[in-house]
């Protein structure tokens, strides 16, 4: 639909939504849309995943944070474009959800991702720096904890809450100095914090 470019359409074709949604949902799962995982959760839509990643510019060999591992769908595809020398660490608040991410993503030969339970609302200091961070949870406000856990280059996308909706920013750490551009408004569940 034009939202992913090349590399995140070759990552998204690897992985199989219908792996990562409940069974009774099975029949929706190339639908574009949002879909409920339980514990008031949902998978975000593909479409809202492909441009996020496109504007992440997620590359090979890349160490990755993600926080709200949901369903494990977009952990998947980070796997994917990261590769086997890269590493993605997912961090989910949810027992339930982390258990029900690591059965589906054992459907998958993934070796370079790393599950944790706990909040990502300050990103994830055992694993930093990162190269790349992406919230699938809205923040109230920017997660500057987890923007100091950037490399020199790195970027971090989050959807940040404004009131009747939310936007996306994208922030970039250029030689440590740091840019904020302001993306799309989205909807996501919010970030406990
Ligand atoms: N990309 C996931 C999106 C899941 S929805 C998917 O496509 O399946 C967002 C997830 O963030 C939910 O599973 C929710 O439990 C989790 N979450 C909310 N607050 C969190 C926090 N502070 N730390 C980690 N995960 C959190």
Do not use: C
Not at 27 to 40: C, K, N, R
Not at 56 to 84: C, D, F, H, P, R
């Amino acid at each position: 639909m034009g939202y992913a470019d090349k590399r995140v359409a070759d990552a998204m074709r690897k992985v199989d939504r219908k792996d990562f949604v409940p069974d009774e949902l099975r029949s929706l799962a190339y639908v574009d849309t949002p879909l409920v995982i339980g514990h008031e959760q949902t998978t975000s839509a593909p479409s809202i995943i492909a441009s996020m990643l496109r504007s992440l510019e997620v590359g090979k060999g890349m160490n990755v944070l993600e926080v709200g591992t949901g369903s494990g769908y977009q952990t998947a595809i980070l796997s994917e474009l990261v590769g086997g020398k890269g590493s993605v660490t997912s961090i989910e608040i949810v027992p339930e959800l982390v258990r029900f991410a690591r059965a589906n993503l054992a459907k998958y030969k993934l070796t370079n991702i790393s599950l944790v339970q706990g909040s990502g609302a300050g990103g994830y200091a055992k694993g930093a720096p990162f190269d790349r961070i992406i919230y699938s949870a809205a923040a109230t406000r920017m997660p500057q904890k987890a923007v100091g856990q950037l490399n020199e280059s790195g970027k971090l996308i989050v959807p940040v809450d404004e009131g009747l909706w939310q936007r996306l920013y994208l922030v970039e750490s250029k030689g440590g100095r740091i840019e904020i551009k302001a993306l799309e408004a989205v909807v996501f569940v919010p970030l406990k914090e």
